[in-house]
């Protein structure tokens, strides 16, 4: 029933994406929306659930911003686990973002990093989070850093995180943010993620957030049994279809359609720049 309604809820992203797409707007990662929804004054409800005791209080010009986000963007459009809504409202997107996106940093938007390259919608993050499903202590692979803002809701999950990036700058840049953030359960590295990272494998789950054409059979390979992949597959320049693949035993895995979604291709290009 769940997984119904998110296919629905990402059916109803896509036809929105085409919308997108046709009206110019670039494609980011993660399903857009045409309103952006607006930062209205006013009290948050209590109801949310959203913890208010984290590093990142009251003093963060952006808390109220933040929760509001994860009340409107996150709760509001079906994401439920409560560890992953939690995670979503400590993580502060603003010191993700480049200086002059700081204001959108909390609008449900994917936004440019520079490098033609893209910081996912917060919803769609969330969305794959949840879908990972998983626990304290785990090992998960990311392949696109960016930012590195995914692998800190990851981090903020207590997961050890080992996550690539194929552009050398964006690496490093998020290499110095994520550990001047206090990030130590997280580990980066400048390589093609198509190979995964073999020497830390296997992996309780393994999240892609570039697209490509195929799912990579290293990656495959480098999961537990049991354990999840999420990750979107289709032709670069359209949507593409977003799935959750779980290892039933050493040859089988089950996989899932998660709905349409639009994400930056997945390159093989090992860059320095
Ligand atoms: N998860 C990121 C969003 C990343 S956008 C965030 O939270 O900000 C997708 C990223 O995947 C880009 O930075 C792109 O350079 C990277 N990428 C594309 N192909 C890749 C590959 N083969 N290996 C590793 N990274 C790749």
């Keep these: 029933m769940r997984e119904r309604s998110v296919t629905f809820i990402l059916c109803l992203l896509s036809m929105v994406t085409i919308y997108t797409a046709v009206s110019g707007c670039s494609p980011g990662i993660g399903a857009e929306r045409v309103e952006t929804p607006t930062i209205a004054p006013g ?24 929760q509001r986000l994860v009340e409107e963007g996150i709760i509001g459009m079906g994401i439920s686990d409560p560890l992953v809504i939690e995670a979503m409202g400590r993580t502060p997107r603003h ?14 938007h994917a936004l440019p990093i520079g490098y ?14 949840q ?7 785990d090992r998960v692979l ?8 995914q692998a800190a809701v990851l981090a903020e999950l207590g997961v050890e995180v080992f996550t690539i990036e194929i552009i050398g700058v964006l690496a490093e840049a998020a290499t110095e943010r994520l550990s001047g953030l206090g990030y130590e359960n997280v580990h980066v590295r400048h390589a093609d993620g198509y190979f995964g990272w073999e020497e830390e494998a296997p992996f309780d789950a393994v ?8 799912v990579p059979q290293p990656l495959l390979e480098q999961l537990t049994i049991g354990g999840v992949m999420v990750i979107p597959v289709g032709p670069v320049g359209w949507f593409q279809e977003l799935w959750r693949i779980r290892r039933i035993d050493g040859a089988n895995f089950r996989s899932t359609s998660l709905g349409g979604v639009t994400f930056v291709p997945f390159t093989r290009e090992l860059r320095d720049e």
């Design 43 to 66: 009290p948050i409800p209590i109801e949310t659930g959203i913890p208010t005791e984290t590093p990142i209080s009251e003093e963060d010009p952006f808390f109220e911003a933040r």
């Design 95 to 108: 010191l993700f973002v480049p200086e002059d996106y700081v204001d959108m940093a909390y609008v449900n």
């Design 116 to 129: 033609g390259q893209t910081i996912s919608q917060p919803y769609i993050v969330a969305l794959m989070t």
């Design 131 to 137: 879908e990972l499903g998983v626990h304290e202590g």
């Design 142 to 149: 990311e392949i696109g850093t960016g930012s590195g803002y």
């Design 207 to 214: 999240i892609v957030t570039a697209a490509p054409d195929h």
